[in-house]
């Protein structure tokens, strides 16, 4: 059984730090990428990150590019998002979604997350100004 479980979230200041993780389960882990999406309230879900299992490869949206670095530890089948600098528009439930690593060439990884077939539950980022 696939599952993907998300941790680290909490309440920051602006500017502050916070790493996320997901802990992956029940896949080989390099015939997938991982990928990091957010949701504010009222919003729609965006990409945020994503990271390629088999050779590392990393997006990030524009949004959150040189303040946010995705990485992963093969090893633990868990993949890290830190977040630096972080802004009351970062605020929003993070989740880690799973797809084949097939599409991490061609996926739209800002609106493309409904292709995402594996979810964790999805943990609370608040950034107070």
């Known amino acids: 059984e696939v599952q993907l479980a998300e941790s680290g979230g909490g309440m920051v200041q602006a500017g502050g730090s916070l790493r996320l993780s997901c802990a992956a389960s029940?896949?080989?882990?390099?015939?997938?990428?991982i990928g990091w999406f957010r949701q504010a309230p009222g919003k729609e879900r965006e990409g945020v990150a994503g990271?390629?299992?088999?050779?590392?490869?990393?997006m990030y949206s524009d949004s959150v590019k040189g303040r946010f670095t995705i990485s992963s530890d093969n090893a633990k089948n868990t993949v890290y998002l830190l977040m630096n600098s972080l802004k009351p528009e970062d605020t929003g439930v993070y989740y880690c979604?799973?797809?084949?690593?097939?599409?991490?060439?061609?996926?739209?990884?800002?609106?493309?997350?409904?292709?995402?077939?594996?979810w964790g539950q999805g943990t609370q980022v608040t950034v107070s100004s």
């Open positions: 029940g896949f080989r882990f390099d015939d997938k990428a």
């Open positions: 990271i390629s299992g088999s050779d590392g490869r990393t």
């Open positions: 979604a799973a797809i084949s690593t097939i599409f991490f060439d061609t996926l739209d990884w800002n609106t493309g997350w409904r292709n995402f077939g594996y």
